[in-house]
């Protein structure tokens, strides 16, 4: 079993700034790869950026150059940095790490808002 806690979300001004943070505890040595992911009211949960256990790194077009994702393996914390909050970046984000088995855990989410 995998157990992640999100923290650091909150309310922004449009142009504001975040860091989320992700501990991960458990069997974390079977872990592949972590990620970030959004969810808004009905729609899908959506992939934002993601880091393999090899340090590669990817992100969506729609976040490159604002948000940057990073570890710190010695406190098995993954962070999502956001820069230029915008309206549209509203909603509950969600910390995922995937499994060697293809199985994957949720954190509980952390709503961000960002007001115009």
């Known amino acids: 079993q995998v157990q992640l806690v999100e923290s650091g979300g909150g309310a922004v001004q449009f142009g504001g700034s975040l860091r989320l943070s992700c501990v991960a505890s458990?069997?974390?040595?079977?872990?592949?790869?972590m990620g970030w992911y959004r969810q808004t009211p009905g729609k899908q949960r959506a992939l934002l950026a993601s880091?393999?256990?090899?340090?590669?790194?990817s992100y969506v077009d729609s976040v490159k150059g604002r948000f940057t994702i990073s570890r710190d393996d010695a406190k098995n914390t993954v962070y999502l940095q956001m820069i230029s909050l915008k309206p549209e970046d509203t909603a509950v984000y969600y910390c995922?790490?995937?499994?060697?088995?293809?199985?994957?855990?949720w954190g509980p989410g952390a709503q961000v808002t960002v007001s115009s």
């Open positions: 995922n790490a995937r499994h060697w088995s293809g199985h994957e855990y």
């Open positions: 458990g069997r974390i040595a079977s872990i592949v790869s």
């Open positions: 880091v393999t256990k090899g340090g590669t790194i």
